[in-house]
């Protein structure tokens, strides 16, 4: 093991003896072991501001090992800010070490110039600080308060099984497009409406699967269908509009709503989805009330499951188109019906420009990508890209060129009729075992379709009690009370079942008949 002692040589006037200990075995690289050991002798003062250091050919030659490892040892500690470089006089340590920057010196007095001794003013303390009324709600409100622990059998959240996700595909494609090295990928893109290749293959993809015909210019990539429901909040929401929204309804819509203070105006749903008579009349010309915007998922309610039939369709978006309301629809997860042939979205039935359509691959791929898409009417592309631009910018850009590819390969429809029939099963499955399970004390509501079902139990229990034994099992669960502006439903719940194994289901209904049979 070599050792190297710096002497008080004449280049090494006044220097402590320092020792450079490199072990050839070690598994860490003989210029990163260089790097750490001069780094802590520069650290620690061993090495003091302003001190020369060697060259690098006498550092080599010294610890007889090559020029190029010692260059590379210097190279990082150069551009780290532990070196300075003085041409044609050498290499010495930093008089101003990069640590130096990252902490600020409480003992030091702030005295900035200008600034007066005393004021007449009151200062108010940081803490008693007003929020804005947005920040208010969100402080008010114990909204989105999940457990740190995950069960082992979770029906609360819907996630795709992602076991089942092609990663190695995946895998490859995004290191085909790192392998181009183009730095365009690593910097922020001039348009905030996303990557064009993406849209262009979005709107191939729109007009075959959900009959929605448009240009790729009206889409707009966002970060997931939330921040795509919060931008839409923020360009047509001023307090005290009302919004409507189906009862019950999405959480996270609801509560966008809500904290942008919105008055939310539930309108029941049905068998059908969302009752068009009932928002009628809650704004008809005697409420003297008129929506701002209405929030529905139409192709499979959230969360009760059924669909909003065609007639309904057509009759919403004249009500729209009479009212001026725009309509925000929600289609999550379309692509998973599993019997008959999928109706059309609402805006590729719109001709008056009143729906703005988001879409998502949360469900459809696996929820990290974080990626969605907003489809508006060509009057409001240019607010909502100023919109997306404020709230960050732009999408990552890598995702953004992977999911395209993986579009317009083919993948992602070779991936949906693959998962749509693993889908089929196991909700043939769960339901089946739910119905022989509890038999006539439970009814299953919604189309066949989608990664959930609503159950309604016939039980003495209330829900937080069945919730809480059924966690204290591992199960998680969750009723869908939280859903509902108004009042709720008791023993309702809605599970989860697409992201579970077969003996996961299984072993969850045998807890939760456990439960609910004491």
């Not at 009324?133 to 609360?156: C, H, M, V």
């Not at 709107?203 to 929605?212: K, N, V």
């Not at 805006?347 to 974080?370: E, Q």
């Not at 997306?388 to 990552?396: E, G, I, M, Q, T």
Request: glycine share 6%; with cysteine.
């Amino acid at each position: 093991m070599p050792l190297l002692c710096f002497d008080t040589s004449p280049l090494w006037v006044n220097y402590m003896d320092f020792l450079v200990n490199l072990d050839p075995a070690a598994e860490m690289p003989m210029h990163r072991q260089i790097y750490e050991e001069v780094r802590q002798a520069i650290l620690s003062g061993r090495l003091s501001a302003g001190r020369k250091m060697p060259s690098t050919r006498a550092l080599s030659q010294a610890l007889g090992i090559s020029r190029a490892t010692v260059t590379m040892s210097y190279e990082y500690l150069l551009s780290e800010g532990y070196f300075e470089s003085l041409t044609g006089s050498g290499t010495y340590v930093s008089r101003h070490l990069p640590e130096d920057l990252l902490y600020v010196d409480s003992d030091v007095p702030i005295d900035p110039i200008g600034e007066p001794e005393e004021t007449s003013l009151p200062v108010t303390p940081a803490k008693h600080m007003r929020l804005s009324w947005y920040g208010q709600s969100l402080a008010s409100r114990n909204w989105l308060d999940f457990p740190d622990a995950e069960p082992k059998i979770q029906f609360t959240f819907g996630r795709p099984a992602l076991d089942e996700f092609p990663m190695r595909l995946w895998t490859q494609l995004l290191s085909k497009h790192l392998a181009t090295r183009d730095l365009t990928s690593l910097d922020c893109p001039s348009r905030s409406k996303g990557h064009l290749p993406l849209r262009q293959a979005l709107a191939e993809y729109l007009a075959s699967a959900r009959a929605l015909h448009c240009n790729p210019e009206r889409i707009i990539i966002v970060n997931g269908s939330q921040q795509a429901i919060a931008l839409v909040t923020r360009v047509l929401i001023d307090r005290d509009d009302c919004a409507a929204i189906e009862e019950p309804g999405y959480l996270g819509a609801q509560k966008a709503l809500m904290a942008s203070g919105a008055n939310l105006v539930p309108i029941q749903v049905d068998y059908a989805g969302v009752r068009v008579d009932d928002l009628k009349k809650r704004f008809d010309s005697a409420s003297g009330l008129s929506a701002k915007l209405l929030y529905v998922t139409p192709s499979h309610q959230y969360p009760t499951g059924v669909a909003l039939s065609l007639p309904r369709r057509l009759d919403l978006l004249a009500w729209a188109a009479r009212t001026g309301t725009y309509i925000v629809e929600d289609d999550y997860d379309s692509e998973y019906r599993y019997k008959g042939r999928p109706i059309p979205a609402l805006a590729g039935l719109d001709k008056n420009g009143s729906v703005i359509y988001i879409g998502t691959f949360s469900k459809v791929l696996f929820p990290a990508l974080r990626l969605g898409y907003l489809v508006v009417p060509e009057s409001l592309v240019d607010v909502f890209a100023r919109a997306k631009w404020l709230a960050d910018r732009h999408s990552p850009l890598l995702d953004q060129q992977v999911l395209a590819e993986f579009i317009t390969a083919g993948h992602l429809d070779r991936h949906i009729r693959k998962m749509r029939g693993l889908y089929e099963q196991r909700r043939k499955l769960f339901v089946e075992n739910l119905k022989l399970t509890f038999g006539n004390r439970i009814s299953i509501l919604g189309d066949n379709a989608g990664l959930s079902v609503l159950v309604r139990f016939n039980t003495e229990c209330g829900d937080d009690e069945i919730v809480q034994r059924a966690a204290a099992l591992g199960v998680g669960l969750s009723s869908t009370k939280k859903y509902y502006i108004g009042q709720h439903r008791p023993s309702e719940f809605l599970l989860n079942y697409a992201g579970l194994t077969e003996e996961e289901l299984l072993e969850g209904i045998r807890i939760i008949a456990s439960i609910l049979n004491e």
